[in-house]
Nanobody
């Protein structure tokens, strides 16, 4: 089994910062891309940021220059540093990882349970 567990969400005032963490555990051979998504009430889930196994990063236009994604491959963990937060960043944030469980198997995408981020104005 593979499990992704997020932490670090909470309530913050506009202009503040939060750091999200997501740790993958279980039967893991390798992890390819890792990413953060978010979903606000009434909206579709959207990609916030992603990072490849080699460290290449991509960001949604709405968070570029404010959010930073990073990963610690030794800990199977991905982070999202969120700065200059805005009320429109309020959403449930989900971790996603493309994980290969054995060297001979195909990879599959796994999701965390989500962590709430609320930004007050």
């Amino acid at each position: 089994q593979v499990r992704l567990v997020e932490s670090g969400g909470g309530l913050v005032q506009a202009g503040g910062s939060l750091r999200l963490s997501c740790a993958a555990s279980g039967s893991i051979s390798s992890i390819n891309a890792m990413a953060w998504y978010r979903q606000a009430p009434g909206n579709q889930r959207e990609l916030v940021a992603s990072i490849s196994s080699s460290g290449n990063r991509d960001y949604a236009v709405s968070v570029k220059a404010r959010f930073i994604i990073s990963r610690d491959s030794g800990k199977n963990t991905v982070y999202l540093q969120m700065n200059s937060l805005k009320p429109e960043d309020t959403a449930v944030y989900y971790c996603n990882a493309d994980i290969q469980r054995t060297w001979y198997s195909e990879s599959n995408r796994y999701w965390g349970q989500g962590t709430q981020v609320t930004v007050s104005s």
